[in-house]
């Protein structure tokens, strides 16, 4: 009898442990996403799918399409619509916007005005006296404050107006826009509504490590890793909610050392310098090309401004790396992010100071 | 005194730590290493510790895969951003050399995120 007992509860026991190594096993073999990348936007994109449609292929290479003339269309210097009306209203010439330009260069206008120009689209000379405009820039040093102070102060959107005959005209010929911090938002969702438009119901669209979402991954969400800015590894996993994108900005992207001094690229239009004191910016909205400008604005607002700006502009859930390592974020930021390390310390701050 | 069902127990955690070992050693192995470059995709098992050479339009980059994490040591490109990029460790991560068009992920079935923000 008692032997018996034993082996019964041995049998349990074994048969429990199969089912936890059945269940674990189960985990690889969830189903897969799809993958196509390619360059655009002057970076790797890359699309996940989840439950393709059949025409998939099809709509992947129409999507690659779309974004290449989207970066066609807001290259801000050599070929392209933008680079070429830059090269004319710097001539002091008039100048026709199509609908697409005029549309996001209007809206871009609005975002910088809420942002109290910390997003600065106007400022494409300051960003070629620094070099960041070209991907290969030479090993030259940093350009002298003279240079600089004749771009201050940088001019803005506010300098180009309409006139009577329907062609806008620049007041400052030292007006250069250059939308890379907006561009790439509208990009992507341009191209996360045809995917949608064309039957897709679940993907993520990575173009260079800003993206945004739609539906799910099978049964379960979207996972985002946040690249942590000043080690190897992850900061922090997002949980996607449909149509919601992430955006960062970082001093860790395009910059050069001169002298021990790091310059990145994400320069303050007040003082034509790289932006100090804030390392990394992520925004979580669902209009990219808000959370493109907003992570870009948050950064030069630094420390001490950008709550204040996330307010004016309606983003609530921002996070920020200060430069001494410490984590600030909004109170609707806070549920939606994992550190990967609990002994983070990440302070949760109330949106306006 | 050791009882009979005390050996069931521990033969049991031996069993499924083996189980789950296996599990966790079987989803390493699947990972794999893309390299796009020139419109070709080539992969690479991320087990196998190996250096690729690849050519991109500016020149050759160098690719190296070790104990299953994968970057890149050397590209023609001047901004080194790939390079910067340091190991790619989790299955969904990916660098890329825009300048010399080559690309690097690391993939696998179950990847612990889908896209890495940075």
Not at chain 1, 77 to 92: K, M, P, V
Not at chain 1, 169 to 176: K, N, T, Y
Not at chain 1, 234 to 242: H, K, Q, R, S
Not at chain 1, 245 to 257: I, P
Request: net charge neutral; aromatic share 6%; glycine share 8%.
């Amino acid at each position: 009898m008692q032997n018996g007992r034993w082996l019964g509860r041995t049998l349990q026991v074994l048969v429990l442990a199969l089912g936890v190594a059945l269940l674990a096993a189960c985990r690889s073999s969830d189903s897969q996403a799809e993958r196509h990348s390619f360059f655009a936007l002057g970076t790797l994109v890359e699309i996940s799918v989840h439950s393709p449609p059949k025409d998939i292929a099809a709509i992947l290479r129409e999507t690659e399409a779309l974004l290449l003339e989207e970066e066609n269309r807001w290259r801000a210097f050599g070929q392209g619509e933008l680079a070429h009306i830059n090269r004319r209203l710097s001539a002091g010439h008039p100048v026709a916007f199509s609908e697409p330009l005029r549309d996001g260069i209007q809206r871009a206008g609005e975002i910088s005005t809420r942002s109290g120009y910390r997003f600065n689209p106007a400022i494409g000379e300051l960003v070629r006296l620094w070099g960041f405009h070209e991907e290969a820039r030479a090993e030259v040093p940093p350009p002298d404050t003279g240079s600089i102070a004749a771009l201050l102060p940088a001019p803005r959107l506010d300098a180009l107006h309409l006139h009577d005959d329907g062609l806008w005209r620049s007041e400052d010929e030292r007006l250069w826009l250059d939308m890379g911090a907006f561009a790439k938002g509208l990009a992507v969702d341009r191209a996360v509504s045809f995917l949608r438009e064309r039957g897709v119901r679940n993907a993520i669209v990575n173009a260079g490590g800003d993206l945004k979402a739609i539906g799910r991954h099978g049964d379960r969400a979207w996972r985002v890793g946040v690249r942590n800015p000043r080690a190897s590894g992850i900061l922090a996993a997002i949980e996607m909610n449909d149509q919601e994108s992430v955006f960062t900005s970082g001093d860790y992207e395009r910059q050069f050392e001169w002298q021990g001094m790091r310059y990145h690229h994400i320069l303050d239009p007040a003082t034509g310098q790289p932006a100090r004191g804030i390392v990394s910016v992520t925004v979580i909205h669902r209009d990219a090309a808000l959370a493109d400008a907003a992570a870009t604005a948050l950064f030069v607002a630094g420390p001490g401004a950008w709550r204040k700006i996330a307010g004016n502009l309606g983003v609530d859930k921002a996070m920020i790396v200060r430069d001494d390592g410490e984590i600030r974020m909004t109170e609707n930021m806070q549920p939606r992010v994992t550190f990967e390390n609990a002994s983070v310390n990440a302070k949760v701050q109330a949106l306006s100071p | 005194m050791i009882r009979a069902g005390d050996i069931a127990i521990a033969l049991a955690g031996v069993a499924l730590i083996i189980a789950l070992g296996a599990n966790v050693y079987s989803e390493s192995k699947l990972h794999t290493v893309h390299v796009a470059h020139a419109k070709h995709v080539e992969q690479f098992p991320a087990w196998q510790d190996q250096v690729v050479r690849v050519a991109g339009t500016l020149g050759e980059t160098v690719i190296e895969i070790r104990d299953g994490r994968v970057r890149v040591v050397a590209s023609p490109c001047v901004q080194k951003l790939c390079l910067r990029a340091g190991w790619l460790e989790f299955a969904g991560e990916a660098t890329a050399c825009v300048p010399n068009k080559v690309s690097v992920a690391l993939l696998g079935a179950d990847p612990r995120f889908d896209a890495i923000n940075f």
